[in-house]
């Protein structure tokens, strides 16, 4: 029996499930609770054809991702290297910190402290620094043993979050707050494009950009050195997760859809999960969503900080377990500057950078389709990163910055503005390399 085979054996089934719960968990973080609930209450009984949508851009552009960094390794890297070293370097840099200790994992703990804390001990500074010293303690327990991350969330965290989930999942469809509730807003002429980018919105892209690596480290950690398998058991845990995210995404959309009796006035999808489970399962619904909440945060976070820990360990050369302790401490102080200048520094930086991030993976699915690859990967994400700019400013309310040619682009009010130019600039470049001289290729 050669060493592939024995190895396919060694990482039986329960193997594959155990690394596809790992997966689902890291991307399950609190904005993927919320933003379906959110949706799912404006849609009303337009709810399935809104639900449609986010599933497309929330689960199939993750899954496309985790695929897309399956085929060359698992290494954003590698994805990168078309572009050039200079500038793919810059983009994952600019990827990992910005999904890392910049603003996404240290926002991690400040949402589960909001959501989870405040509505039993009230809001504090205080509170929050005990909170976040707690939670990025246990942060980094999990995170500094990469090799045992399976284990610890794929076969220990995510059963109790997925039997939360299943809980509160079953009570929306078996026992409903009320009927399908009215189409409001937008939702009345555009279900499916309000659930489409309420999906884009969760920029799940841009972490499954960082967890490809933690599913290969965690892979070879078990064993599995060959990159067929890794490749294989990658887009499996992929699957899995993909099954996972949108069964948990369906049952919140009705959730929220059938909760608009009693949660007409919520301002946002944490709203309304509160409402309904203090109305459905009384005190004890805090509890539930504290529990669904934090677990999701925390699992969200090991994984953000195992794929910065990686990424820098071998960018600069230094030992892995200093690296995430630097991140740990960098986020921990991050997070306590509060949630709302998080939200206010991120979201535009977070808006810019995602574009590139969908580009180059639908770019890498297509590669073989190009003579030169450099040609049409550098011309296309100049422009997606010229029109992602654009986004971010308006994001960042500097719009007064953005040529009005950019604001009449269609989706450009969506920010969404850089889909047609990339999708035209792609085709050119496509039909010039098909045509130039071979030995300009």
Same mark, same amino acid.
């Given at each position: ?163 939360? *989930? ?172 509060? *949630? ?24 890498? *699915? ?76």
């Amino acid at each position: 029996m050669n060493t592939t085979t024995a190895t396919a054996l060694h990482f039986g089934r329960r193997e594959v499930f155990a690394l596809g719960f790992m997966t689902f968990a890291l991307f399950l973080g609190a904005g993927n609770i919320i933003f379906p609930a959110e949706s799912g209450l404006q849609a009303g009984a337009s709810v399935w054809r809104a639900a449609l949508g986010f599933l497309i851009t929330g689960v199939g552009l993750p899954l496309l991702t985790v695929v897309a960094l399956a085929r060359v390794g698992g290494g954003l890297s590698a994805l990168t290297q078309p572009l050039g070293k200079i500038a793919g370097t810059a983009l994952a840099v600019a990827v990992y910190l910005a999904i890392g200790p910049f603003f996404a994992t240290p926002r991690t703990a400040v949402v589960s402290y909001e959501i989870g804390v405040v509505p039993f001990f009230g809001s504090s500074s205080t509170g929050l620094l005990l909170y976040s010293t707690v939670y990025f303690a246990l942060v980094l327990y999990l995170a500094i043993t990469p090799n045992k991350i399976i284990e610890r969330i794929g076969t220990v965290i995510t059963p109790v979050l997925l039997l939360a *989930l299943a809980i509160l999942g079953g009570a929306a469809f078996f026992q409903p707050a009320g009927a399908l509730g009215n189409v409001l807003g937008m939702y009345q002429e555009e279900a499916f494009l309000q659930g489409f980018l309420h999906g884009y919105l969760t920029m799940d892209a841009l972490g499954a950009l960082a967890f490809g690596v933690v599913i290969a480290t965690a892979l070879r950690s078990k064993g599995v050195q060959s990159e067929r398998l890794v490749t294989r058991y990658s887009i499996y845990a992929g699957l899995i997760a993909a099954v996972g995210l949108s069964a948990v995404y369906l049952s919140l959309f009705y959730l929220g859809a059938t909760s608009q009796d009693i949660a007409s006035e919520a301002q946002n999808g944490g709203q309304v999960l509160a409402i309904y489970v203090q109305h459905m399962f009384g005190p004890l619904g805090n509890l539930l969503l504290a529990l669904v909440i934090t677990l999701a945060c925390l699992t969200t976070a090991v994984g953000l900080l195992v794929a910065c820990g990686e990424f820098f360990s071998e960018r600069l050369n230094i030992a892995y377990k200093y690296i995430v302790i630097f991140f740990v401490l960098f986020s921990w102080a991050v997070s306590n500057q509060g *949630l709302d200048q998080l939200i206010q520094v991120s979201i535009p930086v977070l808006t810019g950078l995602y574009p590139l991030a969908i580009v180059l993976v639908v770019l890498s *699915l297509l590669d073989r389709c190009w003579n030169s690859t450099a040609l049409v990967f550098r011309g296309t994400m100049l422009v997606t990163l010229v029109f992602g700019v654009m986004d971010g400013l308006a994001a960042a309310g500097l719009s007064a910055w953005v040529p009005d040619l950019f604001n009449q682009l269609p989706l450009a009010q969506q920010k969404m503005g850089w889909l047609l130019p990339a999708i035209v600039v792609m085709l050119g470049l496509t039909v010039l390399d098909r045509y130039r001289p071979s030995n300009q290729a």
